[in-house]
């Protein structure tokens, strides 16, 4: 993610929300039905090809789309078990039902958010 829309000031660009704690990513993923998790890095250059296909699809799907920085969240990367990034994580009632590893287009998640 590049620096100006992973600045840490609760939002990048797009609408993807920065996580700034763990206690708010789990009060997101618990009340909402369907999350979409980006796990990025900003030194990754695929994760920088991701945000804007994760850009684009926030403002078209009914769903939070929240973006993990794995350097200052690494609990929580450990915790969902991410290995590689860019991961994009899709959570429905609480619980991952889909995981996506690599740069994945818009319209692959939206099918699995159907």
Known sequence: MSSDTASGNGAQAG?????ESAESFRETVANNEQVVVDY????????????????????TIDAPVLGVDT???NDLAAEAGVRSIPTVAIYRD????????????????RAALN
């Open 94 to 109: 609480g619980e991952e039902v889909e995981r996506f590893v690599g740069v994945t287009g818009a319209d692959e998640i």
């Open 15 to 19: 609408g993807i929300v920065d996580v």
């Open 40 to 59: 990025f890095a900003d030194w990754c250059g695929p994760c920088k090809q991701q945000t804007p296909i994760l850009e684009e699809l926030a403002g």
């Open 71 to 73: 350097d200052e969240h």
